[in-house]
């Protein structure tokens, strides 16, 4: 039996821009105090965290989260917890 599809009416769609968090080189906290803040702000695994604090120190910066605005703004604010220098921009 074959299915109608009917348009949606009223129906609104709301697009959310993603944002990213900018870990930024930190030459006063060692490797591992970092991957540890990044581990805890971003719920991801140990080898990520370590990927992406490895990245920010080789590189300077590194692209540590990325989602909503408010939620972004959440993982910023634990990492500068231990005065984690970030940043937010618009991915």
């Not at 930190?26 to 591992?32: A, G, K, Q, W």
């Not at 605005?69 to 959440?74: I, K, P, S, T, V």
């Amino acid at each position: 039996m074959a299915t109608k599809a009917f348009p949606l009416e009223g129906v609104s769609t709301i697009v959310i821009e993603p944002w990213n968090v900018i870990l930024l080189n930190d030459d006063v906290h060692s490797l591992e105090e970092v991957v540890v803040q990044v581990v805890r702000a971003t719920s991801c695994k140990l080898q990520v965290a370590e990927a992406i604090t490895w990245e920010a120190h080789s590189r300077g910066e590194a692209v540590c989260y990325t989602g909503s605005r408010e939620r972004c703004e959440l993982v910023a604010s634990i990492l500068e917890e231990i005065d984690l220098r970030v940043r937010l921009e618009k991915a």
